[in-house]
């Protein structure tokens, strides 16, 4: 009797007290579980908060694998329904791959972002990290907003802020096309929207696969209205800021109207960075553009994105040669010399500049005008307008001769005019013979004053240009001889140019000895771009450009040495050391095949 | 290797007494004299050490699986409470040489709490003390290993302590400081000189 | 049998001064060297005692007269155990963060030789208001000793005082603290030299009672 109390009692005590802790666990569980999800997924809470613990507990480790994320930038895809979706993504920052977290709710309004890894450099790329980047698409930002890059980017992170830019964009795009009710514009609708912004009530034919194969365009569309062509558009990559990203590219527009006019620009696809490619997009910039003729264009770039500018410029003018050179209707009077602009830029195949040389040479009866032809500073030959009489018969046709002294190319001047490949022959050789005569096909070589051409050669007493007895080199101004009293020569000096950053020529003398070595090296024009001073001293450790240790290492070298390319760039400034180190390779080449190889 | 490590980081470095308090009330009540003090720790260690690895087994194969882990405080402690009982009875009846060194001892440990401290260590927060990930279980040689290293520190803490303060019965000190404030602050003194094996796991 | 009954306000000042658990008892020294790292886990852990010793109290009180004396520390096993549970329980749930802190100390309230020692000493022997009254008195008792050291090693050891992540002083300046006094080691020492101080205080205000 008293073992049954006692186990009854005992088996009651534990009995009641098992229940109050069922109880107890019965309304604290749920919390507690919920509390637990929470802080797994914090920051899924954090870029979408209408999240529930309890109601959306299973989508929320759920990556939805069932949609084609290739080229999204997307890793991770998590959908709740009614309240909206999770997007896990990674792009290239600048020095590490950065993963962030981005919500959307079903309004394609944007909930939040999240940055989960980041290992940029501190000061530039690392801000992406910081509050304040991630606070600002808390409110107020849309999906069509980011698609657009309206958002802050960060400043002096132009690779970071532009990976993010990309890779932000195609996530908002895969979003509205996918769930937000947009219907994705494909590529061609896009083209044929905007082109019939430059062309309206036009009819568009791709006549790509008709047209000679060039680089000036990928696309391109003849506009009719009516049986009759209207114009073309060209659609047309171009390269954007570098240090961007080295594949940075602008996709654009532009159209032509038979005129010969410009009737827009429109930017279509753009991975530069946002704010540097901001005006490009306006219909300010397209304005530019609109009834300039194709022979003078004048558009204008946007301050601080010049780079863009030149790039986006010079693909343009590659569209003009290429139009004026097949489409072009000649004007009803089109001068003598715009004539000879267009057809020496048809021959050329790149947009040119001409030097009118013509009274600095003898006359001749055959030809009426002699030009020096360049491109954005390069020089690509001579163009001769010739009016030549060969046995009474008069011939019309522009020859353009490149600096090795070979026919580019020959345009009739009067477009019905059809000659035979020996009459041509003819007239090219006519042209050659006062070519040669004449020792044209150079530019005119700017001499130096003696106190530059002794930063490259200290020793010299003084100096003889000797370039005009050498062939000419596009990368060489000049080529001297370093002379003592006597005249003896001690050795020569190069006077040429490397390119820098930004489009930028940087002017180096360099001497050699007659023994082949190298002597000393200057730098007349330091790259005008600020940013390399900036850059130099940050990757050289407090070294200002051009006075750096890295110039030291190519004086007094043996050339041979030098040119096995013992010496190599700097990392971050690849652009202005890579550019002077192939300068001087260059040098260096023709100083063995002119001087040491021609028996000096 | 990692079995060494987890053994000597739970007698040295993470001491029961000196760096986690637990077993605190035993530690400073009954290490007075050294021959009490080892017959201490070493009823610890088999009550520790026996009693961990019943927790493991129930744990992991009962309480788990059926989802009822919350129970596990009043499981161990009863656990713990029932385990003691027996050893006491089986010692009374089959060694009693045994029981008289050491079974005025084993009621006490019912009450310590590094009985129940390491029971609960190794299993509810097993992932914290073995850094594992989560949902992994220890595995028995990690657990056993760990709860011998624990009450190991125990009884070589404990012994020391007692050797000093026989000594230092020796001595005359100030009434106030008579007890327990000088047995707190030999075990400060030991607690500073046990801070120096943290650097070497 | 002619007894003095204590009254109320003796039994509660009794555990809160006369029969301090920290300082005059030694009872629960685990959690008292343990959670006063800060003055907020201190708090926090008085809490939860000062729950599970009423409520103990109260319910073996209650039942006191029911329990058979062979099974009764079982009994009082079991009761702690499940209220110590639901604690946890409710802790984990509505301070998560505390509960975090407290960590293994929580459920090892179990053990705390205050909570069955009041259970066996008082709240077996008495009626249920003045057991919960004892049981309030000892937990506030407790309470106030481990908060006294907490508030010796967080405001020396980290030189400012901060409570729910909210309320902060600042009282020594940086660099000037001492750091040891927040490590595990640093516990001893400000408890010794609490305790000796108080025994100081004790025993001189004896002396003079004795000479009076």
Not at chain 1, 50 to 72: C, E, M, Q, R
Not at chain 3, 77 to 100: G, H, K, Q, R
Not at chain 3, 169 to 188: K, R
Request: glycine share 8%.
């Amino acid at each position: 009797m008293k073992t049954l109390k006692l186990v009854g009692m005992l088996t009651l005590i534990v009995v009641s007290f098992s229940l109050l802790v069922w109880v107890a666990n019965d309304v604290t569980a749920p919390i507690i579980a919920e509390r637990k999800i929470i802080e797994a997924n914090a920051a899924k809470f954090d870029v979408l908060p209408s999240l529930d613990a309890t109601a959306d507990a299973d989508a929320l480790d759920k990556n939805v694998t069932t949609y084609d994320l290739s080229g999204t930038s997307i890793t991770e895809l998590y959908v709740f329904e009614g309240k909206g979706y999770i997007y896990k993504a990674e792009f290239g920052g600048f020095a590490s791959t950065i993963v962030y977290l981005v919500g959307v709710d079903t309004n394609n309004n944007v909930t939040g972002l999240k940055i989960l890894e980041q290992n940029d450099s501190p000061g530039y790329g690392a801000a992406i990290g910081e509050a304040w980047f991630s606070e600002q698409f808390s409110t107020g930002k849309t999906a069509e907003g980011l698609q657009d890059g309206e958002f802050d980017g960060i400043s002096g992170a132009s690779a970071t802020t532009g990976g993010f830019t990309g890779s932000i964009n195609k996530v908002m795009s895969f979003h509205l096309t996918t769930f937000g009710g947009v219907v994705a514009e494909t590529f061609e609708e896009k083209l044929a929207r905007l082109s019939g912004e430059l062309f309206p009530d036009a009819v568009f034919t791709d006549v790509t696969a008709d047209n000679e194969a060039s680089n000036a365009f990928e696309i391109l569309f003849e506009a009719k209205i009516a049986d009759d062509v209207v114009g073309y558009v060209y659609y047309i990559e171009a390269g954007g800021a570098n240090y961007a990203a080295p594949t940075t590219h602008n996709h654009f527009l532009i159209g032509i109207n038979k005129d010969g006019e410009f009737t827009g620009f429109s930017m279509i696809e753009t991975t530069d960075t946002s704010g540097i490619i901001d005006y490009y997009k306006t219909t300010d910039f397209s304005d530019e553009f609109v009834g300039d003729s194709i022979d003078d264009l004048s558009i204008d770039a946007d301050g601080g994105a010049t780079e863009t500018f030149n790039k986006i410029e010079t693909a343009v003018k590659n569209a003009i040669v290429y139009h004026s050179a097949n489409f072009s209707v000649i004007t009803e009077g089109e001068t003598e010399e715009q004539k000879f602009a267009r057809l020496t830029t048809n021959i050329f195949g790149v947009y040119t500049d001409l030097e009118d040389i013509t009274r600095d040479n003898p006359a001749s009866h055959d030809i009426d005008k002699i030009a020096n032809i360049t491109n954005d500073g390069t020089y690509l030959g001579v163009s001769y307008f010739v009016e030549a009489k060969i046995n009474d018969v008069v011939y019309k046709l522009v020859v353009g001769i490149n600096p090795a002294g070979e026919v580019v190319g020959t345009q009739y001047i009067y477009e019905e005019d059809v000659y035979t490949e020996a009459e041509i022959t003819a007239i090219t050789d006519l042209v050659l013979v006062y070519h040669t005569a004449n020792g044209l096909g150079r530019p005119v070589a700017p001499v130096l004053d003696d106190a530059d051409l002794l930063l490259a050669f200290a020793g010299a007493d003084h100096f003889v240009s000797i370039y005009d007895t050498l062939t000419y080199n596009s990368t060489i101004y000049n080529v001297y001889e370093a002379q003592d009293a006597t005249d003896a020569v001690l050795g020569y000096v190069y006077h040429f140019k490397a390119s820098g950053r930004s489009q930028s020529h940087i002017e180096i003398v360099y001497g050699f000895n007659i023994l082949g070595s190298s002597v000393t090296i200057g730098v007349l024009t330091g790259d005008t771009e600020s940013w390399d001073d900036a850059a130099f001293d940050f990757y050289t450790g407090g070294e200002t450009w051009p006075n750096t240790t890295w110039l030291d290492n190519w004086e007094n070298q043996v050339i041979d040495d030098i040119d096995d390319s013992q010496i190599d760039t700097v990392a971050g400034v690849t652009d202005t050391t890579g550019g002077v180190k192939a300068a001087i390779e260059e040098v260096i080449d023709f100083h063995k095949a002119e001087i040491i190889g021609g028996g000096s | 290797m990692e079995l060494i490590a987890i053994a000597f980081g739970a007698i040295f470095v993470n001491n029961v007494v000196l760096k986690q308090f637990y077993g605190l009330c035993p530690f400073l009540g009954v290490s007075t004299k050294k021959s009490s003090a080892l017959s201490m720790g070493m009823a610890v260690t088999f009550v520790i050490t026996l009693s961990t690895m019943i927790a493991y087994a129930i744990y992991f194969t009962v309480l788990i699986p059926n989802e009822i882990e919350y129970l596990s405080t009043i499981v161990f402690i009863l656990v713990i409470a029932s385990f003691v009982q027996i050893v006491e009875m089986f010692l009374k009846k089959f060694s009693p040489p045994i029981y008289s060194a050491l079974g005025v001892y084993l009621p006490l440990i019912t009450t310590n709490c590094a009985v129940l401290g390491v029971a609960i260590d190794t299993t509810v927060n097993s992932g914290r003390i073995f850094n594992l990930a989560e949902g992994v279980i220890p595995s028995f040689g990690q657990v056993t290993i760990y709860a011998l290293g624990i009450s190991i520190g125990y009884a070589l803490v404990i012994f020391l302590f007692s050797a000093i303060r026989e000594e230092m019965d020796a001595y005359p000190i100030k009434r106030n400081w008579q007890g327990i404030p000088i047995a707190l602050m030999t075990a400060f003194i030991m607690a500073m000189i046990f801070i120096g094996f943290g650097g070497v796991v | 049998m002619a007894k003095h009954e204590k009254s109320l306000g003796e039994i509660f000042s009794n555990g809160i001064l006369k029969q301090n658990p920290t300082f005059v008892q030694f009872l629960g020294m685990c959690p008292t060297l343990a959670v006063t790292k800060t003055v907020e886990s201190a708090l926090g852990m008085g809490a939860g005692v000062i729950f599970v010793l009423v409520m103990s109290n109260l319910v073996i009180s209650l039942i006191r007269k029911y329990v058979p004396r062979e099974v009764r520390i079982p009994i009082y096993i079991v009761v702690i155990a499940s209220l110590v549970t639901v604690l946890e329980m409710f802790m984990n749930a509505f301070v998560p963060d505390l509960a975090a802190q407290l960590g293994t100390f929580l459920a090892l309230i179990v053990v705390n030789c205050l909570i069955l020692g009041r259970a066996e000493a008082f709240a077996s022997k008495n009626g249920p208001v003045k057991s919960m009254v004892d049981g309030l008195g000892m937990a506030l008792g407790f309470t106030g000793g481990i908060t006294l050291i907490a508030l010796f090693r967080e405001a020396l050891g980290k030189g400012s005082i901060t409570v729910w992540g909210e309320l902060s002083f600042q009282l020594i300046p940086d660099n000037f603290q001492i750091s040891i006094l927040v490590e595990s080691a640093g516990a001893f020492l400000v408890f010794a030299i609490l305790v000796a101080t108080i025994n100081k205080i004790r025993f001189n205000r004896e002396e003079r009672n004795e000479v009076a």
